[in-house]
């Protein structure tokens, strides 16, 4: 049966797995880069070059360039509420979850750059208000600590959570590259968060083995897994996440490490459990057609977003 595009692009969506400056789309990149001229370029097919990911290291570099166009107040008023914009007119989004990461514009550690978090929390906030407000778009945050920054980050990120949260704070997530940061130094950190009410949703297995994806689990007590396409190698652990209904936020297949690309092999789920987790996975080509996604499930206030401010795990 062959469904409608324009049925499916009119349906009301939540989305659970979006990053804040990852977000921003070519129209917002080229005004941030106009603001602040230098790295990254204002036209549009310079634009269209730069985005182009040579690997997952590149990938980050050109994600880092963006982010450090994010210097001032409004610009984080601005970025949140475009990215707002294009996700309830472009999307029919009604409800997200945006992952955001103050430590890279507050920048605590070094002088004469970065923001208060005052500032900063104040602007996100001011842009949530009027989202909803304008578009009907409910937006909730997740304070993400940039791994590759290390303790010092995650102290901050903590403490931003703790004591400068806004009303939308409902999680605390870990991001960034997953080589050589290891996940359990970050356990006191999620214990905390976990403490004060926040949920625990860390990025593992997306560059990693399974191995990442059980310490977040175990250690920083994994409500949700940012990607976790690397469970597919580890029965065991698909077994668990289908068990306990822990849901991974991936795609049918996981995305290619470079635009072009005619060599990646991403990991696509087959099978289902509780419709979260799956039994196994397998391997599949860039032309294979998409199989059963074992991440199906959404947390039940995204069906009703006013209901609740916090996600609960799907499938209980």
Known sequence: MRVDPAFIA????????????????????????????????????????????????????????????????????????????????EQSLR?????????????????????????????????????????????RWIYDIPGESGLPAADATLDFALHHAGDGLIGFGLGGPEIGV??????????????????SVPHAGETTGPQTVWDALHLLGAERIGHGTSAAQDPALLEHLAATGVPPTTRRCSAPPSTGSTSWQPTCWTSTRRACGSSRGR??????????????????????????????????
């Open 283 to 316: 391997r599949c080509g860039p032309a294979s057609p998409p199989t059963t996604y074992a991440g199906a499930c959404s947390p039940r206030s995204t069906t009703t977003p006013e209901a609740s401010t916090r996600p609960a795990p799907a499938c209980q």
């Open 182 to 199: 290891p996940r359990p130094q970050f356990q006191p950190h999620f214990d905390a968060a976990r403490a004060a009410g926040l949920r």
């Open 95 to 139: 409800y997200a979850e945006l992952t955001c990461t103050p430590y890279t514009s507050v920048r605590p550690h070094e002088d004469g750059v970065g923001m208060p978090i005052e500032a900063y929390t104040e602007a996100l906030e001011d842009a949530r208000v009027a989202a909803e407000r304008d578009f009907g778009l409910v937006l």
């Open 10 to 89: 009119g349906l009301p969506k939540a989305e659970l797995h979006v990053h804040h400056v990852g977000s921003a789309s070519p129209r917002i990149v080229s005004e941030l880069a106009r603001r602040h001229p230098g790295t990254v370029p204002e036209d549009p097919e310079a634009l269209r070059r730069f985005f182009e990911f040579r690997d997952f290291a590149h990938f980050i570099e050109v994600y880092l360039a963006v982010v450090d166009l994010v210097r001032t107040p409004e610009d984080v008023r601005v970025l949140t509420y475009e990215v707002a914009r294009e996700m309830a007119t």
